[in-house]
Each structure stands twice: as structure tokens, then as C-alpha cells.
């Protein structure tokens, strides 16, 4: 689960939303109840300044779901945890504070200076002369070039994650040098600084290589950073990366930092085993294991991030809009709330939109006028479309009965409470909802193949521009939009949010498009819930950070002192 939501996948070089297995978020419990406004601004990573890490050690960090076997970031099949495994061994050109404020890093941006001229954004990148990929490519202003030619849509052959701004980029050319790329839009771009935030290597710039070549292959040699991934267990779902010798900026503090997949109660067992340093704890049941461990230290903030439901309008009984529709109108959102956060003394108002957070200048609740709870209402809907309910309660039209599979990915209480109160609600209407379980490790190929008819997943954002990604989350033809619903009149209205001279003019008209998208019943946003990690005392810059998403590796590591 972008938000990327901005961007699918992420960064700059990465989409702007990360698609992520779906969970459930809350805050830490024995305490009075916090919103998700109020936590909105409270990150808790132990933020410290490079010069207070400690200098050697080993951290081993959990992946959210399973190791993906697409391992770039650009690509469409990419997740949260391409994401995350990429951070460690590739090019970090633009990172974010907590809050949405960007830095570049000079490690490899030394100067990006944006200029508006006859209502076109020009980006200038001057780029760090040391800069070199591990296979001894130079980072210059081809890689900027690959990065947008491959997340550009304009060659179909292509599968890019995101092509967001990329999409609108005129030209991207050389510079005073080698060392310097012009980024040149056809349009005003108040959001640039949600592009080129990774880089691609110009050798992976190519359809196969960009689609097939990182397939089980993370090429170690187009990366370039304070680590290098030194080993790839794939039997044991295991990468191991190692401070990188060919590397010109602050050494990386660690000796070593391993990520491992593992259901999520093995995580937590690992963690209380002392065999993982830090895991995520969000759930009722997880945080009180958690919390047993002495020394933990619970780190809870809000998440920018979008958990929702998806209906797969390939699926026969769900190609009617009214059905859709009145399957969401079925079910009672504050419910599958009150299950995801139970014990956790957390609670939010519902989610109205994909695109910005209630925190973030812009937000509208887009929702409210397309769904609401309303069981009469659904079951009108039904009668309308001429589903009838039968013996049983369930409704059959054509003898077909109104029957489809809800994919539940991992098994715990949680997931399996949600389940069960989706079954009950949508019989109430006449609906006969099944459940298939599968393993969490699962979840990527899931997505990947719409193996389901409906599937609870979510977006996570790495950066606050969610406006520029709006056709991520929409647009018929994207990678991220796995309900299948839209049109080409509402793409092209999508499209334009992005041509629109200033972020005020782009936050109206994204809000006016948004409601008519979600009035196409394929996406029901649910909540965006907590980040809740717990560590081993001492670990520093890892957590529930926000829009810091995750940090320059070089300063994840033990503070001193612990």
C-alpha cells in the first residue's frame, strides 16, 4: 500500500505510491485515544543527526509483506517493499522531513534550482562530480534522461509504475556538462520536487531490462550508495547489504543491514527472540507481544497512507456499476474501523479521498456524496438492476447468483474479524461474499495477476504532492488502478488537474474529478490508520517517520550511548 499516495511507488525515480499489503494501524494502547490529525505532525523514529550513531553493529529489519521478486522501483509490478529493499543500495537524490519538506541530497544533487518562463517549469540539476554508479557509469544527465524516457508513457513498451510527471516532461537534456541535466516541462509544475527523486541506470533504460531484467536479479552494479547489496537469498527471502567501498559520502554507519520476510507473527516472535531489531506491531494482539519484550521501545505515529477496498469490475456480477455501488453502499466502514483498531486506542474520522490526507492543505471529503452506508439504499440499488433475492436471502439475476471471492492476504485475528463482518453485511443485502485466505507472501502476485474480485490494500505516500499523482490513483490505463472502472472522458479531466497553473487551481479541480471517480464504485477508501514499529532500545532513525518514509541508509544504526 502511495501513497505513493503520491506516487504509487515512490520517489522521485520511483512512483509516487507504493502499493502495500494491506494491515490495520493504530496508536499504543493504555492511554487517551488519538486522531490521525494529531498525529499527523508527531513522528517517533529517534531522529538523530548522523555524528550521534554509533559507528559499526548489524541491524536486521523486517519486510512489510514479501520479498517482491521485481526489484525496480520504476516498474508497475513494484510494492512498498521494492521500495524499501531499492533505498539501501540505489541512488537517494530527493528525501523528505516527516512533514513534506524536501532535501536533496549533495551526495549526489549538489544545486536544483526551478525556474517558471512563459508558464513552462525548467528544472536545473547540478549533479555531484564524484557521482558514479558501482559499475564505474558515470550518475550524470543520462540517468535523469533513462529515469524519464521509461516513466515517461510515451513508448508503450514500457511498464512503468507511475508515469505522474514524468508524463509531462518536454525534454531532459545536458548542461553546462555531463554533470548538469535540464528538465524542461510543457507546463507549470508546482510539484517537481516529487520527480527524480531515485535514478534509473541508463543500462536498465531499455523495455526488457526496465521489465524483466531486475526479475529475481536486484543488479547490485546499477546501484550506487553507501551499501552495496552483498548476497540474495532468494530460498530464504533474505538481502544482505554491506558498506559499499566505492562510495564518495559519509560512510555507512552499520557493518551490516539484513531485511528478511516473515509472516506477521513470526516477526513479532523474532523481535521477542531477539532475532530482528525492530518490527511493526499493528494490531491489538501484536502490540501486547510486542510490549512484553523489556527495553522496547513503541514508536507510533500517523501514516500517510490510503487502506481501501477494490472491486474488480471484470469480474461478471461486478460489471454493473449499480452492483458496485450498492455493494459499498453494504458496508459500514466505521465497522471494519473499529475492528482494525481495536485495542489500540486510536481513531480517525473515515477516509473521503486517494489524493491529499485531512491534515494537508487542499483535502475534501469526496466521498460522502457517492457512498454512505445505507443497507435499504443498496438493496434498492439491487432490486433496480434486477437481482432478486432468492430462498435464501441471496439475490440470483438470470440464474446467477450474486456471488464473488473477497482475497484475504495473511491470516490474523484482525484480518480474519474484517472478513467476517464484510460476509455478514453484504448477506444482509443479498450478497454472497466468499472469502479466499492466502499466505501474505502472496500479496504482490495478487495484485499483479487482479486475482481477486475484491481485495482490501492500500497506498502508502512518500512524499505530501498526492494532487501530481491523482491519474496514478485513476486513470484507467495505470498500473495502480486494479478496479478496472473509468473512462477516457474522465482520464482526459484527470489529466488536466496537472496542466493547471498553480496548486490552489490543481486542489479544486482535483477535488471536483476525484468525486466523479469515486462515483464509479471501483475504489472505497477506508482509513489511513498508524504506524506503530516496535525497536530494540538505542536504534536510531527507523520508525513511524511519515513522509520520511525511510532514511538516508548512511544514518540508521545504534545511538550512541545505548
Keep these: 500500500m502511495r501513497r505513493p499516495i503520491r506516487r504509487g511507488a515512490m520517489t522521485a525515480a520511483v512512483a509516487a505510491l507504493a502499493l502495500v499489503l494491506a494491515g490495520c494501524g493504530g496508536g499504543g494502547s493504555g492511554g487517551p485515544a488519538q486522531t490521525g490529525e494529531s498525529l499527523s505532525t508527531t513522528p517517533s523514529y529517534n531522529a538523530q543527526p548522523y555524528e550521534n550513531v554509533k559507528d559499526g553493529g548489524q541491524v536486521t529489519l523486517p519486510f512489510r509483506s514479501d520479498l517482491n521478486p521485481q526489484f525496480n522501483v520504476f516498474q508497475g509490478d513494484m510494492t512498498t517493499d521494492t521500495r524499501l529493499a531499492w533505498g539501501f543500495y540505489n541512488p537517494m537524490v530527493i528525501t523528505f522531513t516527516p512533514t513534506g519538506d524536501p532535501i536533496v541530497n549533495p551526495d549526489y544533487v549538489t544545486q536544483a534550482d526551478a525556474v517558471d518562463s512563459g508558464g513552462k517549469t525548467t528544472v536545473t540539476y547540478t549533479i555531484n562530480p564524484k557521482a558514479v554508479f558501482n559499475d564505474g557509469t558515470p550518475i550524470d544527465w543520462r540517468a535523469f534522461e533513462s529515469t524519464w524516457k521509461a516513466s515517461s508513457g510515451k513508448d508503450p513498451a514500457f511498464i512503468p509504475n507511475s508515469t505522474d510527471g514524468y508524463d509531462r516532461i518536454a525534454s531532459v537534456t545536458r548542461g553546462t556538462d555531463d554533470k548538469q541535466a535540464v528538465v524542461t516541462f510543457t507546463g507549470p509544475n508546482p510539484w517537481w520536487q516529487g520527480l527524480f527523486n531515485q535514478l534509473l541506470h541508463p543500462k536498465a533504460a531499455a523495455p526488457d531490462a526496465f521489465n524483466k531484467g531486475y526479475l529475481n536479479n536486484p543488479h547490485p552494479g546499477w546501484g550506487a550508495g553507501p551499501y552495496v547489496l552483498s548476497n540474495f537469498d532468494k530460498q530464504n527471502s533474505t538481502l544482505t547489504f ?25 516477526k513479532v516472535n523474532a523481535f521477542r527472540n531477539g532475532q530482528l531489531d525492530a518490527t511493526e506491531a499493528e494490531t ?30 471484470s469480474t461478471p456480477v461486478l460489471k454493473d456499476t449499480a452492483v458496485r455501488k450498492a455493494v459499498f453502499d453494504g458496508i459500514d466502514r466505521n465497522q471494519l474501523v473499529k475492528i482494525a483498531f481495536q485495542g489500540l486506542d486510536y481513531t480517525e474520522d473515515l477516509g473521503g479521498s486517494l489524493v491529499l490526507q485531512p491534515y494537508q492543505k487542499g483535502y475534501e471529503d469526496n466521498l460522502t456524496g457517492a457512498v454512505s452506508f445505507d443497507p435499504e439504499r443498496a438493496k434498492q440499488g439491487l432490486d433496480a438492476a434486477g437481482w432478486v433475492p432468492g430462498p435464501d436471502g441471496i439475490r440470483a439475476k438470470d440464474g446467477q447468483p450474486l456471488s464473488f471471492t473477497y482475497v484475504q492476504t495473511g491470516d490474523t485475528p484482525t484480518k480474519r474479524a474484517s472478513s467476517g463482518a464484510m460476509v455478514a453485511m453484504l448477506k444482509n443485502i443479498g450478497v454472497d461474499l466468499k472469502v479466499r485466505v492466502v499466505p501474505s507472501t502472496d500479496f504482490s502476485k495478487v495484485m499483479a495477476n487482479k486475482e481477486f474480485d475484491m481485495v482490501f490494500s492500500g497506498f502508502k505516500s512518500s512524499d505530501p504532492y498526492g494532487v501530481a499523482y491523482i491519474c496514478q490513483m485513476y486513470c484507467t490505463d495505470s498500473t495502480l488502478n486494479k478496479s478496472g472502472t473509468g473512462t477516457a472522458a474522465l482520464d482526459a479531466e484527470l489529466r488536466t488537474v496537472n496542466t493547471l497553473p498553480t496548486a490552489d487551481e490543481q486542489y479544486a479541480a482535483a477535488n471536483a474529478v476525484e468525486k466523479k471517480a469515486l462515483a464509479t464504485y471501483g475504489l472505497l477508501p477506508v482509513y489511513s490508520g498508524p504506524s506503530i514499529w516496535a525497536t530494540k532500545p538505542g536504534l536510531a532513525n527507523w520508525g513511524a517517520s511519515l513522509f520520511a518514509f525511510s532514511p538516508l541508509p548512511e544514518t540508521l544504526g545504534w545511538q550512541n550511548g545505548s
Excluded: C, H
Excluded at 559499499?244 to 506477521?264: A, C
Excluded at 514508536?299 to 472491486?311: D, K, V
Design 242 to 266: 554491506e558498506r559499499n567501498p566505492k562510495w564518495w559520502g559519509k560512510k555507512g554507519k552499520l557493518d551490516r543491514i539484513i531485511l528478511v520476510q516473515m509472516e506477521q507473527q513470526a
Design 284 to 313: 491489538a494482539d501484536f502490540l501486547a507481544q510486542a510490549r512484553s519484550v523489556p527495553g522496547a521501545d513503541i514508536r507510533i505515529s500517523g501514516t500517510p497512507a490510503n487502506y481501501l477496498l477494490t472491486l474488480n469490475s
